[in-house]
């Protein structure tokens, strides 16, 4: 649609009308779908947090008020969710994000097989999410997995068992899996960011008789900067609602000590099938990742206005 | 050359060889023990190949097994997903791409909420709306509900691909007479095609790895979609490993076919976006 300053022909109000709504009938579709599908059942889901629906009960759906967030205040479960939450989020990304900038640092220089060889360290993010899960957890198992073995030759371990079934270190199965899994993602992203920073500053630099290093921190780091600050942020919230492999995995076991808040949901929807109490939890996990959202865009803003 | 840098490239290969070897490493063993028969699996411990290999796995998961019905399914729903997402994507994404109106900040604003809220908390609310439709354990609402899922992301690419390409081409056929709808479904859509096959990559392999919509949302075997299936055959069957290595074995082909072609451009793509924008 173009606003012209002045019109000396003006359309028929027909033809007006059929131009202002074309993009709306454009995009209607998918709009009409996302409402049906994921808004709707987000406002249902809301008022389920203050009713007692459960599946196998055919006498709840009464309202409760607050009841689910007052027995939530109690629930030492929840608590320790929260906590395995940060733990599994923090981890997994800072490995992601390390190791996926190094790869991308390593595929920007050309060698011979650049192509073969981005392609297969690439591969693991198109292995779907339960079969990463399940590979994983059947590489941890002593019976047909080496890693323990591995562990016990290195003398980490003194005789091969299951880190998945012990409470210290059963979180770091699902953390290892997450990070082989999303590795690529962060050095897709990153690469890409690499290949688009002006080649001749890098020319220039070395003229001046800047080392590499230097051309790292002053040119490399700076370009990156926008791209990294924005992939973490939201990989960030992704992956504290990523249930799957730990689903998957250790199913929150042993005595919830990989339980992170979206797989209690999970667990206690699919497995408990109470819906009221689940979508209580899901409503505190919305507020908290609102308020997460609410800070990085202040943070934003202060950058903004000091740039 | 100096051997100051051929050090410098010999810890380059290496830092590569290091992630190329833990990259694929995972995926060696699954084929390793699909292969392995059961009498070897647990006499020869943690060698890297067996000294006899077998098909007997392969053949039970085809032949006697569940699994070429949940593979059917799969493919059903992701292939639907897929098209439909990719088709309503486009258009979306056109009116993102080439129109300025009043409601495109709102509509950019929701389609970036939905990647940001936990969509696990849809769960139990989905369930309770599809039940009285008939739309639970059936592989319609699968896709119904794995469309939505995919529509927001696929509307950002394929506004991506279409910001691609000049203006010029579709303002010159409308001076010809031509409305802009019949423009871009002759000229501007054809052109994208390159976008079209990454989308439809992408969506199909987002629907092929779901797993906890699948779980809740379908209870028997005959609507069961892959991952649904390998993990009730885990939890009932948990000593054949080879089996259900085997089973995983080929759960991961389609997705990796789909990746190996659009891979290459995977990168370019995000290029031409990033050295835009």
Redesign the interface.
């Known amino acids: 649609m173009m606003h012209q300053p002045i019109q000396k022909h003006r359309p028929p109000l027909r033809k007006r009308l059929a131009d202002a709504s074309e993009p709306y009938l454009y995009s209607a579709p998918a709009l009409i779908l996302i409402a049906a599908v994921m808004l709707v059942p987000l406002v249902v889901g809301i008022s389920y947090a203050f009713r007692d629906i459960q599946l196998l009960n055919p006498f709840s759906g009464g309202f409760v008020g607050l009841d689910h967030f007052r027995a939530l205040g109690q629930d030492q479960a929840f608590f320790g969710a929260l906590r395995n939450t940060l733990w599994w989020t923090g981890a997994s990304v800072f490995f992601q994000f390390t190791f996926g900038l190094i790869l991308a640092l390593l595929l920007d220089k050309p060698f011979y097989g650049r192509g073969l060889v981005q392609a297969l360290v690439f591969l693991p993010w198109a292995v779907p999410s339960f079969l990463a899960g399940l590979n994983w957890a059947w590489l941890f198992n002593p019976v047909i997995g080496p890693l323990p073995h591995w562990f016990v030759a290195l003398g980490l371990m003194d005789e091969p068992h299951n880190i998945l079934s012990d409470p210290h270190l059963a979180m770091w199965g699902p953390i290892v899996a997450n990070v082989w899994w999303g590795i690529p993602f962060f050095a897709i992203t990153l690469l890409a960011a690499l290949q688009a920073i002006p080649r001749d500053l890098y020319e220039a630099a070395s003229i001046d008789g800047a080392g590499p290093v230097q051309r790292f921190l002053s040119i490399t780091l700076p370009f990156l900067a926008p791209t990294i600050a924005i992939t973490v942020l939201l990989r960030t919230v992704w992956i504290s609602n990523f249930a799957d492999l730990i689903v998957v995995m250790t199913n929150g076991g042993p005595a919830d000590r990989t339980q992170i808040v979206a797989s209690y949901i999970f667990t206690q929807a699919f497995r408990r099938l109470d819906f009221g109490y689940a979508s209580a939890i899901a409503l505190v996990l919305l507020a908290l990742l609102l308020v997460y959202s609410m800070l990085i865009v202040l943070l934003r803003q202060t950058m903004l206005n000091k740039g | 050359m100096r051997p100051g840098k051929l050090l410098l490239i010999g810890a380059?290969?290496g830092?590569?060889l290091v992630?190329?070897v833990?990259?694929?490493f995972?995926?060696f063993?699954?084929l390793k023990?699909s292969v392995t028969p059961n009498d070897l699996?647990?006499s020869e411990?943690?060698r890297m190949w067996p000294s006899r290999t077998t098909f007997e796995h392969f053949n039970f998961v085809i032949a006697h097994s569940a699994f070429p019905t949940f593979f059917k399914n799969s493919l059903i729903v992701s292939g639907a997903t897929a098209v439909v997402v990719t088709i309503?994507?486009s258009?979306?994404g056109?009116?993102?791409s080439?129109?300025?109106?009043r409601?495109?900040y709102w509509?950019v604003a929701?389609?970036l909420i939905?990647?940001?809220?936990?969509?696990?908390?849809?769960?139990?609310?989905?369930?309770?709306?599809l039940s009285p439709l008939g739309l639970t354990n059936s592989l319609t609402g699968l896709v119904?509900?794995y469309?939505?899922?995919n529509?927001?992301f696929a509307?950002f690419l394929m506004q991506s691909f279409f910001d691609g390409i000049p203006k010029d081409l579709e303002e010159a056929a409308m001076i010809d007479g031509a409305t802009?709808?019949v423009a871009f479904r002759q000229i501007i859509l054809p052109l994208t095609l390159p976008g079209i096959a990454a989308t439809l990559g992408f969506v199909f392999?987002a629907a092929?790895?779901e797993?906890?919509f699948a779980?809740?949302l379908i209870s028997g075997n005959d609507a069961a979609t892959?991952?649904v299936g390998?993990?009730t055959f885990?939890s009932k069957f948990s000593v054949d490993?080879g089996q259900?290595?085997a089973a995983?074995v080929l759960?991961?082909i389609p997705?990796?076919l789909?990746?190996?072609l659009i891979?290459?451009y995977?990168?370019q793509g995000?290029?031409a976006?990033?050295?835009k924008g």
């Open positions: 380059h290969r830092a590569i992630y190329v833990f990259a694929l995972p995926l063993w699954l023990v699996l647990y411990g943690v309503l994507a258009l979306s056109y009116a993102l080439r129109f300025s109106f409601a495109k509509i929701l389609m939905t990647q940001m809220f936990p969509l696990v908390m849809l769960v139990a609310p989905i369930f309770k709306m119904i509900v469309s939505a899922f529509v927001p509307t802009q709808f392999t092929w790895s797993l906890l779980l809740m892959f991952p390998l993990l885990v490993f259900m290595m995983g759960a991961l997705a990796c789909f990746f190996l891979q290459r995977l990168v995000l290029t976006g990033a050295v």
